[in-house]
């Protein structure tokens, strides 16, 4: 300090400052004695160099904390991730190497014996797979032989013996979103091929391996072209910036952001290794969006741009996703190929002159298409699913950050059932578009109907399938929460609510059965003080049917007319009991299915006809894991019996015959035989099905968003859509074995006549109907019965009432011949 003063004194000499100051107080200008003559001027000092150090010890401190909140534990925790429910495979399947290699790596696994979920390796004997500690199952090795793409053999080496099937890891369906949507699809440092690396540090930061965080020749430049050309347009971020700006700060270039963002910088390189770094950075990039999703990490960017798996990355498309990095929306490769592929060759230019890239494999690369992925990713990504997956967790779990921590939610969904769902849409709804352009005037300029589809296990309430709209990127209005009227897929809780009082010891009055006669003919209904003229489908009406007959050709007025017999609120009773909550009320209107419901409540309520009377709650999640892969939460069945289980054989015995004679007899006709029963409703336009095997409930709904007429029945828009997708899930081993509605004890089966609803005598035409057990009729159909009963076209009865009016009526039309 004492030199440091003594050129100070020459400097002041020299620049004539000593004529305006006595040389002999300068002297005793000197810092020491000059302090200790003004004490006060220590204690100034002093105070400054200790806010300057605990300004600097609160940023530090500060940023410090983000980091360890963000990467407390010495790894990133990133959005809790979404799981699939596991494949099984059997000998004899249809299944490549390659598809089942590919479906270990969906699902985590890689060559890697460090592999925490998994790993696998081919052997002269097949393909050797075995769970890490972190896998869904437990430790086991075996060995799975394919033979002409068919699996030949199972192997298990943990209990030394083939075995018929063995269970696939789940796979990664996506992780939760955030608010902002982001998708990522997290890899290890490991995981990240050579030459995405290379490229990386060859555009980023090529001194990143040598430089502290803060890279003084790469500020130097860029600070002098930014000086000689007069604006702020380079770029001096290295890869270590880069990540601390994308978690913590914003873009703005202001001297409070760089300020913050150095010291990130520098306590990130002091916390972490480079590989770590880079692992961060990997998995954190921005990289454009696809739909309504905004893509980060090269995980996500690879599947999302070419349908791969990271560690199947090549040269040129390595390079395509570095030069996406500079600008994501400029380089977007669906919208601008042309600029991405420019970008992209740079990239490989920069990594040909830094010695990555020889001539050869630099010319190749350059002349390689660019090619980008077309297909949906909406079928493996199930993102309607995963939405109301993530408002489920958010609703039970207000207290869990799946956000930040890293979670393994193990759901419901069945990815195959989820492709079958996708493809069974797709199909559909381009048949619906091409029906309605050749209906003329019935296609709204610019406007196409939507689609809600739900499939579920009836024994359990799993959410297996689900389809909420035509297009997620195009809309995220998920349809299957959509309350629209139901019509007359509401009309089975009208009967079974009435079948039902048949089951209740000591019932007073005459049971209703699915025999029982029922006036098909306009009818006016009084309802506090209220008058209800309902009327049927093209005003057509048949005269005395049976209940059957009713349900099968979903006949309006003999349903309110057993709405009304038992009582409406008993049907809203039922209703409520299987699962349904949104308000519905015990009006006439309420059989016709007028009181709007969910697409996704009308397949929850369906539950308690597929599952013996039980309703099942629905559910999106069997399991969750924390990071250590303990199991911390485990999804239970919950539900009750809505319904005695002798009514819900006898309703799917009806609704079976509604796809067999019925409103829903195109699904047979569509080439669908499996055993199945359901039920069309069609409302405002609306086109409903709810349909069901002895393994899967499955809902369709159609119309338009602003709840607009349809012109279209039922038949012809949902019905097909569901054939399209049944079809397919019966061709999948897990739903293929669909079983015969079995009746339960207590039920009886007779011959009965059809037009009468007696007994069958020996004169009397004859069918089986199915009654609970004593409430079958007592008596025979009459003698005179033995005459051919008259039919419309659909094998209904022409409208009559009784036998009398039948003859007197025949009687009326001879006379008529002669007058």
Not at 218 to 236: C, F, P, S, T
Not at 560 to 588: F, Q
């Amino acid at each position: 300090m004492k030199n440091l003063w003594l050129r100070m004194q020459k400097q002041l000499r020299e620049s004539n400052i000593l004529a305006k100051l006595h040389l002999d107080a300068l002297k005793e200008l000197h810092p020491v004695a000059y302090l200790k003559k003004h004490p006060s001027l220590v204690a100034v000092l002093g105070l400054v160099i200790v806010l300057a150090v605990s300004t600097f010890a609160f940023f530090y401190h500060k940023y410090a904390m983000m980091i360890e909140d963000k990467f407390g534990g010495g790894g990133i925790r990133t959005n809790s991730s979404v799981y699939a429910t596991p494949r099984q495979i059997f000998k004899g399947d249809r299944l490549s190497e390659a598809e089942l290699i590919a479906r270990l790596q969906r699902a985590g696994y890689t060559e890697d014996t460090k592999n925490k979920v998994g790993y696998y390796h081919r052997t002269p004997d097949g393909v050797s797979i075995t769970t890490g500690p972190h896998s869904y199952f437990q430790s086991h090795t075996a060995v799975v032989r394919i033979e002409a793409d068919r699996v030949a053999n199972i192997l298990s080496q943990t209990e030394n013996h083939s075995t018929n099937h063995y269970w696939l890891e789940p796979e990664l369906v996506t992780n939760l979103f955030d608010a902002d949507r982001e998708k990522r699809r997290p890899v290890a440092y490991s995981e990240i091929p050579k030459p995405l690396l290379q490229a990386l540090i060859a555009v980023e930061d090529k001194r990143f391996f040598s430089h502290a965080g803060l890279d003084p020749i790469r500020l130097a430049k860029a600070a002098y072209v930014d000086l000689k050309e007069g604006r702020k347009g380079q770029g001096a971020s290295t890869i270590t910036m880069q990540l601390a700006r994308s978690f913590w700060l914003d873009q703005d270039k202001t001297f409070r952001r760089k300020i913050a963002e150095a010291f990130l910088t520098i306590e990130l390189e002091r916390r972490f290794t480079k590989e770590q770094i880079l692992e961060f950075y990997a998995n954190e990039v921005y990289l454009g969006r696809r739909g309504s999703f905004s893509i980060h990490g090269f995980g996500e960017a690879a599947r999302a741009y070419f349908a791969k798996d990271i560690r199947k990355v090549t040269v040129p498309e390595a390079a395509m996703l570095v030069a996406i990095i500079q600008r994501p929306s400029y380089y977007n490769p669906f919208r601008y190929p042309e600029r991405v592929k420019d970008r992209r060759n740079l990239v490989l230019q920069i990594m040909h002159n830094g010695g990555l890239l020889d001539a050869a494999q630099y010319t190749q690369a350059v002349n390689t298409p660019l090619t980008i992925t077309s297909a949906n990713t909406e079928s493996s990504d199930a993102p309607f699913f995963v939405d109301l997956v993530n408002d489920d967790l958010q609703e039970r779990f207000q207290d869990w950050d799946f956000a930040t921590n890293s979670y393994r939610v193990y759901s419901t969904i069945d990815l195959d059932l989820q492709q079958a769902a996708v493809d069974a849409v797709q199909e559909g709804m381009a048949q619906i578009d091409q029906q309605l352009r050749r209906m003329r005037g019935k296609k709204k300029e610019g406007q196409f109907p939507q689609v809600a589809l739900v499939a579920l296990d009836p024994s359990s309430g799993d959410i297996r399938a689900l389809v909420g709209g035509r297009s997620y990127s195009n809309s995220q209005l998920n349809h299957v929460l959509a309350k629209r009227q139901p019509g007359s897929a509401f009309k089975p809780f009208v009967y079974a609510s009435a079948i039902n009082q048949s089951a209740i010891a000591n019932a007073r009055s005459e049971p209703i059965t699915a025999a029982s006669l029922f006036l098909d003919e306009p009818a006016t209904f009084t309802f506090n003080n209220q008058v209800y003229e309902p009327a049927n489908f093209h005003d057509a009406y048949h005269g005395e049917v049976t209940v059957r007959q009713a349900l099968a050709q979903s006949l309006n007025i003999p349903t309110i007319k057993v709405a009304e017999k038992i009582g409406y609120d008993k049907v809203a009773s039922l209703v409520r009991a299987s699962g349904v909550r949104s308000p519905v009320m015990g009006t006439p209107s309420l059989a016709l299915g007028s009181y709007e419901v969910m697409p996704i409540e009308l397949a929850e309520s369906y539950t308690v006809f597929a599952n013996n009377g039980m309703h099942v709650k629905r559910s999106f999640v069997t399991s969750i894991r924390d990071r250590t892969n303990h199991v911390v939460y485990t999804q239970q069945p919950q539900g009750n019996q809505a319904l005695d289980p002798r009514v819900a054989f006898i309703m799917t015995n009806l609704m079976e015959e509604v796809i067999r004679s019925g409103t829903a007899a195109g699904a047979r006709s569509r080439g669908f035989t499996a055993p199945a029963a359901g039920k069309t409703g069609t409302s405002r336009g609306d086109g409903w099905f709810a349909g069901y095997t002895s393994n899967l409930v499955a809902v369709v709904w159609i119309g338009y968003d602003d709840n607009a007429e349809f012109e279209m029945e039922a038949a012809h828009s949902a019905l097909p859509v569901w054939t399209a997708f049944m079809k397919r899930a019966v061709a999948l081993r897990q739903y293929a074995n669909t079983k015969p509605f079995d009746s339960p004890k207590g039920v009886v089966r007779v011959d009965i006549d059809p037009e009468s609803g007696l007994l069958a005598g020996p004169s009397c035409p004859a069918r089986a109907e199915y009654f609970i057990a004593g409430t079958q009729p007592k008596t025979t159909c009459p003698h005179d019965f033995q005459t051919d009963p008259q039919v419309d076209d659909k094998g209904l009865p022409v409208a009559h009432t009784n036998t009398g009016e039948r003859k007197t009526n025949i009687f009326k039309s001879v006379l008529g011949i002669f007058h």
